[in-house]
């Protein structure tokens, strides 16, 4: 039993005179409450932070009685109403204080105990979780293992400027340009733009309307283009989609390259052929282009002005390995050179990385072939929908957007299927990387930085995840 309570007891029994059972408010306030959290008539216990032991809450007995404010069911302040008593504040701020630094010259200071819970007000974070611009858990990188927008405010719309300030309208295509930044194919402004690292972006090529008129860039209209290759002296080709051609854009000129415009398939000299939604296409170094012939379900090949198939049996759709002639494809809709003689295809309606040799035979790199969501195994992983395909460089890797999973994934050759970023579910959330969201996400590429760059196509938006 505590001091004040036989003291109280003795009073009562007569065993002192009054006087002696007068006791001093400057004894008992303060003093720690009793095993079942009982004071002296008069006074509460509260709880409050220790003066003997920093860092830590006590009960101790207070003349003031508790604050009222928030149903437990008890009136602990002896009012009549039933509120939420300073006294029965939950406990967890008994437990050790975490590390709290301050932002940004990362300094030590102390958390604040608020409704339970350690605060750090300054910012701190033991894991980067914000895209901020600051090293918010201290260890010396900023932003590092986040999603963070890097171009568009998620507003449909064809503006130029920096960051937030810029808008697109379905990004689809990313490709390094050869003088710095992505090419990025806004495919619902039938333009190219560029973006700096700085999420500067600019123009390159078309009005923001659709056509089909060559001349001056700035001046030169497409019709939802959706892929782009850069050839060893700095042209770049397009995927003129919905015009059914490939056009070419040369320094400051847009021309038709190849294609009648009419969809259908047809091999034969560049001006007669044909093509069908034609989605991507890649450049090999004696500038041959390989075209992902979406519309048509194969792959076809520009060498010494002709148009011939490469792989695959035009517009007859499947999911069948073999021999140039004998494979068959579903929608593919884009086309990473890896090597002169190694092609990769994103087959997106197969739901499978498909790998064409120098001759045109096809093997299945990854998937199954039914949609789905599974890493590991390449032959066992499963995707939906995978779309813009990129080599990384730094860590060896095959990238894909992987559309309808709403996630980036990776392959590495000879090796596993991982996911790099996104949760799965459709959205725009900034933050670490696997906690991010996308919405329907159709290219990526690497920079030379360890950072992916993401088309997130129906977001409006260029994110990019950092190392």
């Not at 300054?122 to 201290?138: F, K």
């Not at 782009?228 to 390259?257: H, M, Q, S």
């Not at 494979?327 to 309606?349: K, Q, T, Y």
């Not at 790199?365 to 599974?374: I, Q, V, Y």
Request: proline share 5%.
């Amino acid at each position: 039993m505590s001091l004040h309570r036989l003291l109280q007891a003795a009073c009562l029994l007569g065993f002192f005179s009054l006087a002696a059972c007068i006791v001093d408010d400057a004894f008992l306030d303060g003093k720690p409450c009793d095993d079942s959290g009982a004071c002296a008539g008069g006074y509460f216990c509260l709880r409050e932070a220790c003066p003997d032991n920093p860092g830590y809450m006590c009960h101790v007995c207070r003349k003031a009685p508790p604050a009222d404010g928030g149903m437990d069911g008890g009136d602990d302040d002896v009012d009549g109403g039933d509120g939420v008593d300073a006294g029965d504040q939950p406990a967890d701020c008994n437990q050790q204080p975490p590390a709290c630094k301050t932002i940004p010259d990362c300094q030590d200071t102390q958390p604040v105990c608020r409704d339970g819970s350690w605060v750090c007000e300054t910012g701190y974070q033991t894991e980067e979780a914000s895209c901020d611009g600051l090293d918010n858990d201290c260890d010396g990188d900023t932003d590092e293992g986040l999603v963070c927008t890097l171009a568009g405010d998620g507003q449909a719309g064809f503006q130029d400027g920096q960051g937030s300030a810029a808008r697109f309208n379905r990004p689809r295509g990313l490709v390094p340009h050869p003088g710095g930044g992505l090419v990025v194919v806004d495919t619902g402004n039938h333009a190219l733009r560029l973006v700096l690292g700085d999420g500067s972006v600019s123009t390159l090529a078309g009005t923001g309307s659709y056509g089909d008129n060559d001349g001056p860039a700035l001046e030169a209209t497409f019709n939802e283009p959706s892929g782009a290759a850069v050839d060893g002296g700095g042209d770049i080709y397009i995927a003129d989609r919905l015009n059914n051609r490939i056009r070419l854009l040369a320094g400051d000129t847009v021309t038709t390259f190849a294609g009648t415009g009419f969809a259908d398939y047809q091999d034969g000299p560049l001006d007669q052929a044909r093509f069908a939604l034609p989605g991507s296409l890649a450049v090999a170094s004696d500038g041959t282009i390989f075209v992902a012939d979406t519309g048509n379900n194969c792959i076809r090949k520009i060498s010494g002005g002709q148009v011939s198939t490469f792989s695959g049996k035009c517009q007859v759709p499947g999911n069948r390995d073999g021999a140039a002639g004998d494979a068959r494809f579903n929608g593919p809709s884009d086309i990473l050179l890896l090597s002169d003689d190694l092609l990769i295809v994103s087959d997106e309606s197969s739901h499978t990385l498909r790998q064409l040799s120098a001759d045109g035979s096809v093997v299945t790199l990854a998937g199954t072939g039914s949609a789905g969501f599974a890493d590991g195994d390449p032959l066992e992983s499963q995707f939906r929908k995978p779309a813009g395909c990129a080599w990384d460089e730094i860590q060896a890797r095959i990238l894909t957007a992987d559309s309808g999973n709403n996630r980036v994934r990776a392959l590495v050759i000879g090796g596993q299927v991982t996911t790099l970023a996104g949760s799965g579910t459709t959205g725009s959330a900034d933050g670490p990387a696997m906690l991010a969201t996308f919405n329907l996400p159709s290219a990526v590429a690497a920079l030379a930085d360890g950072s992916l760059v993401v088309a997130d196509t129906q977001n409006n938006l260029l994110r990019i995840v950092l190392p």
